[in-house]
């Protein structure tokens, strides 16, 4: 069995060892449908932002900026469904204005995308620096729009995105699903996906089998940019505002999630199937704390060791197949 | 003169000078003795910080749990303090910051070379093991009412002047401290077989294995002098504000990573300065005093502070890039 497949499925079997824990350790509270409805209302945000995360990964790159690109395309979002025309001139429920929103916002954080990718691309900034400094940038702006403040209040059309249901399913989990299905699609089926893993493996090699390599990078931090937006939209419609500091904890998570997932951080390795069990997988662990009432700075000092955790795991697994193969 | 133009430090350096002219133009308390003096003494910690930051980027990794590290000394010299405080003296509660400080950067140092994790994974996650598991236990509480002898560092200078209203300023010893660190690392840096390693491995970590440096030995000393310097910084806060919050660095730790930088320490490492680390903290000092001294709002600091680094580091990377191109590379690996 390859590596992927195997993965996988340890994956799954860590999935169907975490619940039952959990239920082990909750009892009935766990098992109720109220509570995976909750999870199911909180996972989205984490998830999308995951993807956004991964793809830069791929690259053997990492984006900083997207917790501070979701808020800055939230707020933009905000100011233009608050401060602009009423709601009701625009069509039940302010669905013209919300539909002109989302898109400026989405505008906001493809910008910021193409941003960090000439940054990478064409100014051969390392990922990690040219982000940091987009997210300062991002974020310092967001602070000086605000002042600070939290803008609330938005139209009825906009809150069904973040609380509403469709046949009984979550409205966010569905645009998670959606996502999720889209960014597998772009990676598995698309030239530009195959040369994303290729970039990520061997960029050398990439460039010398006639890939244009910066163009690869900034359409990558490009959707990495547009994931961010997306987030934003379940964000701050799911907590009815926006701010400039919400979300600073995810980013160790989208981190954490990518990794337990098996995107390799040295680039080139990972799938959304991987990403969207892992994601499950520390949701679940995270209700079921939440549930017994575990202090929340000891959960997130509990994801930091999960991660060295797995980081350890993987690299233990493999240098055992190396010795394996060298034998 | 070319010569000069080809280091980083030489346009850090003219950034700070544009700077300050602009600042005391709007401003002419910008330009005294007494706000240098002031800014040296408060800007000695962000200059602790990075000289370990600054050793960490030559090496050609990436610290941010420092600040952890650095609540967590501060937080146990704090309790000793409060318990023993009229037994201990300066020299042990430096002493005693830095042993703790040295032992969380090994911590560090053995996941990365054993695991072959990337540094800012591994850091990113025990920044959050430190921190999470300082504020459980501390439960988030403030540590305040040190002995007095321990306050009187706030006030100690090594020369004194008086104001016109007669308030005393000076060099204070906290700032003096942070000079001889400064002196330290550099004599490490440019005169130690150890120093010339660093900056070997951040050059190339394949060659560097392979002529035989002991890249365990080198890692260990590089994130312990990390964590030595983020005890040493600890103590400093202490000084500076008599308090220790847990919540009052973590968050920081971004802001001395742009400081290096902009002072011309490059992430891929093997470059990097303790001159170009001391420009680049005395650059944001500048633009953060200056933009309060022009009356510009507070949250307006981070744009400029983003702005600020996002064209340094271009433009440092645009000229790489430029004369790179111009040499003729046959790469054979």
């Known amino acids: 069995m390859d590596r992927k497949n195997t993965e996988f499925l340890v994956l799954l ?175 598995l089926r698309t030239p530009l996906g195959s040369r994303i893993y290729l970039l990520g493996s061997n960029p050398t090699a990439c460039f010398y089998s006639g890939v244009n390599n910066p163009a690869v990078l900034m359409r990558t931090y490009l959707i990495s940019g547009l994931y961010s937006g997306m987030a934003a939209v379940v964000m701050i419609s799911r907590f009815n505002s926006a701010k400039a500091d919400y979300g600073e904890s995810y980013l160790l998570l989208t981190v954490l999630v990518s990794v337990l997932g098996g995107v390799s951080a040295a680039g080139g390795f990972g799938r959304i199937p991987g990403l969207v069990l892992a994601l499950i997988i520390l949701q679940i662990i995270s209700s079921g704390l939440n549930l017994m009432g575990v202090n929340t700075f000891l959960t997130v000092a509990l994801w930091g060791g999960v991660l060295i955790a797995v980081m350890v795991i993987q690299s233990l697994l493999d240098r055992y197949q190396e010795k394996r193969r060298s034998v | 003169m070319k010569k000069l133009f080809s280091y980083h430090e030489t346009y ?40 370990g930051v600054l050793f960490v980027l030559i090496s050609g990794g990436i610290d941010i749990s420092f600040t952890a590290i650095a609540t967590i000394a501060g937080y146990v010299i704090a309790v000793l303090l409060l318990q023993i405080g009229d037994r201990l003296n300066i020299v042990y509660v430096f002493m005693i910051a830095g042993t703790i400080g040295i032992l969380l950067g090994m911590i560090n140092a053995s996941i990365i070379y054993f695991f072959n994790i990337p540094s800012i994974i591994t850091t990113i996650a025990t920044l959050n093991i430190y921190y999470g598991v300082l504020t459980v236990i501390s439960k988030g509480k403030w540590l305040y009412g040190f002995p007095e002898w321990f306050g009187a560092y706030t006030q100690m200078y090594v020369f004194k002047l008086h104001t016109a209203d007669g308030v005393p300023y000076g060099l204070s010893v906290i700032t003096l401290f942070w000079f001889v660190l400064l002196l330290i690392a550099w004599f490490i840096l440019r005169y130690t077989v150890l120093g010339r390693s660093i900056y070997a491995m951040g050059g190339n970590i394949a060659s560097a294995r392979r002529v035989g440096f002991n890249l365990l030995k080198l890692q260990l000393f590089i994130y312990a002098f990390m964590g030595l310097m983020a005890g040493f910084a600890s103590v400093i806060q202490a000084m500076l504000v008599q308090t220790v919050a847990p919540n009052s660095l973590v968050g920081k730790e971004l802001d001395v990573l742009a400081a290096v930088v902009l002072g011309g320490a490059s992430l891929s490492g093997g470059a990097g300065s303790v001159l170009g680390a001391v420009l680049g903290v005395a650059l944001i000092a500048i633009m953060g005093n200056g933009l309060t001294l022009m009356h510009v709002p507070s949250y307006w600091y981070k744009v400029v502070i983003g702005l600020v680094i996002l064209i340094s580091v271009g433009s440092s990377a645009y000229r790489h890039k430029i004369s790179t191109r111009r040499r003729t590379i046959i790469e054979v690996d």
């Open chain 1, 13 to 187: 079997a860590i999935l169907v060892g975490v619940i039952g824990l959990m239920w082990l350790l909750n009892g009935a509270d766990f098992m109720n449908l109220g509570n995976f409805q909750s999870m199911a209302f909180q996972l989205p945000e984490l998830g999308i932002l995951a993807m956004a995360m991964m793809i830069t990964m791929l690259t053997s790159g990492i984006n900083l900026s997207i917790i501070a690109s979701a808020n800055l395309s939230g707020i933009v979002m905000a100011i233009i469904l608050t401060k602009t025309i009423p709601p009701e001139s625009t069509g039940p429920g302010g669905i013209g204005l919300v539909i002109v929103a989302i898109l400026a916002g989405l505008l906001v954080s493809a910008l910021i995308g193409l941003l960090n990718g000439f940054l990478v691309a064409h100014l051969e900034i390392s990922p990690i620096l040219a982000t940091l400094g987009t997210m300062i940038l991002v974020s310092g702006v967001a602070v000086a729009v605000t002042e600070g403040y939290v803008i609330s209040g938005f139209p009825d059309a906009l809150l069904a995105i973040g609380n509403g249901s469709v046949l009984g399913l979550p409205a966010p989990i569905l645009i998670f699903a959606a996502g999720a299905f889209m960014m597998h699609i772009i990676l």
């Open chain 2, 12 to 51: 850090v350096f003219l950034a700070i000078v544009i700077f300050a002219l602009v600042i005391t133009v709007v401003n002419p308390n910008f330009f005294t003795l007494e706000n240098l003096f002031d800014l040296l003494k408060s800007y000695s910690l962000m200059g602790t910080f990075a000289i």
